[in-house]
């Protein structure tokens, strides 16, 4: 079992920032990859960003080239800089971690919202 802690959501005006931060703890050795999904009212969870144990990176097509996301794995931790917010980017953001047989853990979701 893997629990995942997020923090750093909030409110922010279009244009401006936002850090998320997710701690892991239990079966850490057995992460594999890390990353962020978000949801917004009335769509489906879609990928944000995920993060490899080595590296690599998968990010949205929608979030390219604004949002990063970076791993310490000593640290256990999983972060997403988010610069250039946009409105259409507020929704519930969940920290995600799959474990080396497939299984997902989720975390319990922050809140951003970005004002026009």
């Known amino acids: 079992q893997v629990q995942l802690v997020e923090s750093g959501g909030g409110l922010v005006q279009a244009g401006g920032s936002l850090r998320l931060s997710c701690v892991a703890s239990?079966?850490?050795?057995?992460?594999?990859?890390m990353g962020w999904y978000r949801q917004a009212p009335g769509k489906q969870r879609e990928l944000v960003a995920v993060?490899?144990?080595?590296?690599?990176?998968n990010v949205g097509d929608s979030v390219k080239g604004r949002f990063t996301i970076s791993r310490e794995n000593a640290q256990n931790t999983v972060s997403l800089q988010m610069n250039s917010l946009k409105p259409e980017d507020t929704a519930v953001y969940y920290c995600?971690?799959?474990?080396?047989?497939?299984?997902?853990?989720w975390g319990q979701g922050t809140q951003v919202t970005v004002s026009s």
């Open positions: 239990g079966s850490i050795l057995r992460i594999a990859d």
């Open positions: 993060i490899a144990s080595w590296g690599d990176t």
């Open positions: 995600n971690a799959k474990i080396v047989n497939g299984s997902r853990f």
